[in-house]
């Protein structure tokens, strides 16, 4: 610890505390006016714990107003002034274990003993509130404020249903304050959120701003219906009445009474207790039901609370351990564009290095570019980035206040970063996408497995672990390339011998007779499922004609839309894409050139039909073909348009179905006489 200065303090130490102090301020009205904190708590604990060392150095800069002689920000006006006696006094924290070893240390010498028992439980992370009860009815209920004058919010403290509005039982004082924490769980503040967009408005940052900014809404009304709870971590005035002399008997007491009181608290001997308490709330940490930011002791025994006393704004039988921050501050340096296994498009910030909850962050996602601009991120910010748990790091908010005036707004990219096709925003959606699915490196395996999958190209024998090794040994570029594989090469793979490499090829060979429809779907273009690529394949006939369809052409089709259409154009206006079909064409992949007539004329055509149970003659995806080759439409439901429905053995609700709506029933002599 720095010496105290008994010489005048240096200009720039003066000029460094009005710094702190102003900056302090600041975020000290933010955070407790305005409910809307621009930095991490990291952040303000380092601004704060500089001005203590300088305010220590040099005592004669400490003045009455300073932040570190009060606990936080004046109330606001609209709500009527509650002075708080005693005051509801901040903690001092601790951030590594060696500080925790100097406050048990300290609390030992000072009381004159050998060892402590501690009160140790979860530091929510809420607004601190404090309950007045007279003969044991809610009669108030004020935040804290700036520890001496809070708000009086008695409204909409009575809204929140665990708080009780009478205690329970019996033998409390006459008056007794109650003070807690009022927070929100994580489920809570997940569906306030969801209904916040729901409506229109912005989510909250956070659990404890929803919680702050709930408990401190003008009409009551709108707290009722925010998901608020409470914990009671203490007692402050208590007249007419005895209270045990023990803190963690106080708070059983307390829970007698009707009040919460944390199930996680726990009464633990000398700083090694304290520690491994502290290790085992961070281990449990993310599994908890709401946050937390660390953990509290305080010495049990009140006597001994007593006359160890209090500073200016803590007292020195509590301690505040905090967790590594989840959230700190750094600078954004530049936005890059990853690419997904399915050509999504993922903004990623690229950071100054910073600690975040015990690990270095350099990157963290950005999600997308909706995201973006919501946020108003800019390259050159200072940016707030967020941790929990193994979750990828990301990106929560901006210090605007810190923004410098060369900061430049990343854009979307218009080519594929990956392989240079084309970037799609399809209209209502948030995710951009490559278009090369059938060309881009960043896509080959999805695209790759997908081809060859049952409902596709249907090649036996190639899944998932092939393909990666095929990737891996650089043998396929694209989905072509499968169709101009070697056995030399297929037999030195890993549990690939002479056999299964002829057995792969045969499948190869095999799949390249397949259907128009097939095909389409197995291209793998976005929205395009088994449903519509025979929607496109019946009505246009041919590859050359859907490839050169226009926007108008392709809407005209069955059950696409503009979202659809839009997405099969861009697909096959991508070259890449043109220049693997060429190559699939050229391996000898072929398909029985389609009737010439009009799906209209076809005998089933406008028909709509509905397969249950298990038929003895043919396969269910069998008996769809058959019908659709005849121009019926086959529907998975039974609604009052169903046709038909078809039933075999062990018929499913669908027949009951059907049944109840007076749709015509076919068993299967009557359908195989219909399909001929």
Same mark, same amino acid.
């Given at each position: 610890?720095?010496p105290?200065?008994?010489?005048?303090?240096?200009?720039?130490?003066?000029?460094r505390?009005?710094?702190?102090?102003?900056?302090?301020?600041?975020h000290?009205y933010?955070?407790?006016?305005?409910?809307a904190?621009?930095? *991490?708590? /990291?952040?303000?604990?380092?601004?704060?714990?500089?001005?203590?060392?300088?305010?220590k150095?040099?005592?004669?800069?400490i003045?009455p107003?300073?932040?570190?002689?009060?606990v936080?920000?004046p109330?606001?006006?609209?709500?009527?002034?509650?002075?708080?006696?005693?005051? !509801?006094?901040s903690?001092n924290?601790?951030f590594?274990? %060696?500080?925790v070893?100097?406050?048990?240390?300290r609390v030992?010498e000072r009381?004159? &003993?050998?060892?402590?028992?501690y009160?140790?439980?979860p530091?929510?992370?809420g607004?601190?509130?404090?309950?007045?009860?007279?003969e044991?009815?809610? &009669?108030?209920?004020a935040?804290?404020?700036?520890?001496?004058?809070?708000?009086?919010?008695?409204?909409?403290?009575?809204?929140?249903?665990?708080?009780?509005?009478?205690?329970?039982?019996?033998?409390?004082?006459?008056?007794?304050?109650?003070?807690?924490?009022v927070? !929100?769980? +994580?489920e809570?503040?997940?569906?306030?959120?969801?209904?916040q967009?729901?409506?229109?408005?912005k989510?909250?940052?956070?659990?404890?701003?929803?919680?702050?900014?709930s408990?401190? =809404?003008?009409?009551?009304?709108?707290?009722?219906q925010? *998901?608020?709870?409470?914990?009671?971590?203490?007692i402050?005035?208590?007249?007419?009445?005895t209270?045990?002399?023990?803190?963690?008997?106080?708070? @059983?007491?307390?829970?007698?009474?009707?009040?919460?009181?944390?199930?996680?608290?726990?009464?633990?001997? $000398? &700083? =090694?207790?304290?520690?491994a308490?502290?290790?085992?709330?961070?281990?449990?940490?993310d599994? #908890?039901?709401?946050?937390i930011?660390?953990?509290?002791y305080?010495?049990?025994?009140?006597?001994?609370?007593?006359?160890?006393?209090?500073?200016?704004?803590?007292?020195?039988?509590?301690?505040?351990?905090?967790?590594?921050?989840k959230?700190?501050?750094?600078r954004?340096?530049?936005?890059?564009?990853?690419?997904?296994?399915t050509?999504?498009l993922?903004?990623?910030?690229?950071l100054?290095?910073?600690s975040?909850?015990?690990?270095?962050?350099?990157?963290?996602?950005?999600?997308?570019?909706?995201?973006?601009?919501?946020?108003?991120i800019?390259?050159?910010?200072?940016?707030i980035?967020r941790?929990a748990?193994?979750?990828?790091?990301?990106?929560?908010?901006v210090?605007?206040?810190?923004r410098p *005036?060369?900061?430049?707004?990343?854009?979307l990219?218009?080519h594929?970063?990956?392989?240079g096709?084309?970037v799609?925003?399809?209209?209502g959606?948030?995710?951009?996408?490559?278009?090369?699915?059938?060309?881009? *490196?960043?896509?080959?395996?999805?695209?790759?497995?997908?081809?060859?999958?049952?409902? /596709?190209?249907d090649?036996?024998g190639l899944?998932?672990?092939l393909?990666? %090794?095929l990737?891996e040994k650089?043998l396929?570029?694209?989905v072509?390339?499968?169709y101009?594989? =070697?056995?030399?090469?297929?037999?030195?793979?890993e549990?690939?011998?002479?056999k299964?490499? %002829?057995n792969l #090829?045969?499948a190869? @060979?095999k799949?390249?007779?397949?259907?128009?429809?097939?095909?389409?779907?197995?291209l793998g273009?976005?929205?395009?499922?088994?449903?519509?690529? +025979?929607?496109?394949a019946?009505?246009?006939?041919?590859?050359?004609?859907? !490839?050169?369809?226009?926007?108008?052409d392709?809407?005209?089709?069955?059950?696409?839309g503009?979202?659809?259409?839009?997405?099969?154009?861009?697909?096959?206006?991508?070259?890449?894409?043109?220049? &693997?079909?060429? +190559?699939?064409?050229?391996?000898?992949?072929?398909?029985?050139a389609?009737?010439?007539?009009d799906?209209?004329s076809?005998?089933?055509?406008?028909?709509?039909?509905?397969?249950?149970?298990?038929l003895s003659?043919m396969?269910r995806?069998?008996?769809k073909?058959?019908?659709?080759?005849?121009?019926?439409?086959v529907?998975?439901?039974?609604?009052k348009?169903t046709s038909?429905?078809?039933?075999?053995?062990?018929? $499913?609700?669908k027949y009951?179905?059907?049944? =109840?709506?007076?749709?015509p029933?076919?068993?299967?002599?009557?359908?195989?006489?219909l399909?001929?």
């Amino acid at each position: 610890m720095n010496p105290m200065h008994s010489s005048p303090p240096p200009e720039h130490v003066k000029k460094r505390v009005e710094e702190l102090r102003e900056q302090i301020n600041y975020h000290n009205y933010l955070y407790y006016v305005l409910d809307a904190p621009e930095i *991490p708590d /990291a952040e303000y604990d380092r601004m704060l714990r500089e001005l203590e060392e300088l305010e220590k150095r040099y005592p004669e800069l400490i003045t009455p107003d300073s932040p570190t002689q009060r606990v936080g920000a004046p109330p606001v006006k609209e709500f009527g002034e509650v002075r708080h006696d005693p005051p !509801m006094l901040s903690l001092n924290n601790a951030f590594k274990d %060696q500080e925790v070893h100097d406050f048990d240390r300290r609390v030992r010498e000072r009381l004159g &003993v050998e060892q402590v028992e501690y009160h140790a439980e979860p530091k929510l992370d809420g607004l601190a509130i404090s309950l007045i009860y007279e003969e044991g009815v809610l &009669v108030r209920g004020a935040t804290r404020g700036d520890g001496f004058r809070g708000e009086d919010v008695t409204a909409n403290v009575r809204t929140i249903g665990a708080i009780p509005l009478r205690l329970r039982g019996s033998g409390y004082p006459r008056v007794l304050d109650v003070r807690g924490e009022v927070f !929100m769980t +994580k489920e809570g503040f997940e569906r306030l959120n969801a209904a916040q967009e729901r409506a229109g408005l912005k989510p909250f940052a956070n659990p404890r701003n929803a919680a702050a900014g709930s408990l401190r =809404q003008l009409d009551p009304n709108v707290t009722a219906q925010r *998901p608020l709870t409470m914990y009671c971590w203490g007692i402050g005035l208590v007249q007419g009445g005895t209270l045990p002399e023990r803190h963690s008997a106080i708070m @059983e007491r307390l829970r007698d009474w009707g009040l919460r009181v944390s199930p996680k608290s726990q009464v633990v001997k $000398g &700083v =090694q207790g304290c520690l491994a308490y502290y290790r085992r709330m961070a281990e449990e940490r993310d599994e #908890l039901p709401y946050e937390i930011d660390g953990v509290v002791y305080k010495v049990d025994r009140i006597d001994w609370q007593e006359r160890l006393g209090e500073l200016s704004r803590a007292p020195r039988w509590a301690l505040a351990h905090k967790f590594p921050a989840k959230e700190e501050m750094t600078r954004l340096l530049d936005v890059e564009w990853q690419v997904g296994r399915t050509g999504a498009l993922t903004p990623v910030a690229r950071l100054e290095p910073v600690s975040v909850g015990g690990v270095t962050v350099s990157n963290a996602t950005l999600h997308n570019q909706d995201e973006i601009e919501r946020k108003d991120i800019r390259i050159g910010d200072t940016v707030i980035v967020r941790r929990a748990g193994d979750v990828i790091p990301e990106v929560v908010a901006v210090v605007e206040s810190r923004r410098p *005036p060369d900061a430049r707004k990343p854009r979307l990219p218009r080519h594929c970063p990956v392989c240079g096709s084309d970037v799609i925003l399809l209209p209502g959606e948030k995710i951009a996408r490559c278009s090369g699915g059938l060309y881009c *490196p960043a896509q080959r395996r999805e695209a790759i497995k997908h081809f060859a999958s049952r409902r /596709a190209m249907d090649i036996e024998g190639l899944g998932d672990k092939l393909v990666e %090794q095929l990737d891996e040994k650089g043998l396929i570029r694209d989905v072509a390339d499968l169709y101009y594989l =070697q056995q030399e090469d297929l037999e030195k793979l890993e549990r690939m011998g002479k056999k299964s490499a %002829q057995n792969l #090829l045969q499948a190869l @060979e095999k799949s390249k007779r397949t259907t128009l429809a097939r095909f389409i779907y197995a291209l793998g273009i976005r929205h395009v499922g088994e449903a519509t690529a +025979k929607e496109i394949a019946d009505h246009f006939g041919s590859l050359e004609r859907i !490839m050169q369809a226009t926007r108008e052409d392709l809407e005209a089709v069955q059950d696409i839309g503009p979202v659809v259409a839009e997405s099969i154009y861009r697909f096959f206006r991508e070259k890449h894409n043109r220049e &693997v079909i060429d +190559k699939l064409l050229a391996a000898g992949i072929h398909w029985p050139a389609p009737p010439r007539r009009d799906r209209e004329s076809l005998p089933l055509a406008g028909k709509t039909f509905v397969l249950t149970g298990t038929l003895s003659s043919m396969t269910r995806e069998e008996a769809k073909e058959r019908l659709e080759a005849l121009g019926a439409k086959v529907s998975g439901s039974v609604s009052k348009r169903t046709s038909y429905v078809v039933v075999g053995a062990d018929p $499913g609700s669908k027949y009951d179905k059907a049944l =109840q709506l007076g749709i015509p029933v076919l068993d299967e002599p009557a359908f195989l006489e219909l399909i001929g």
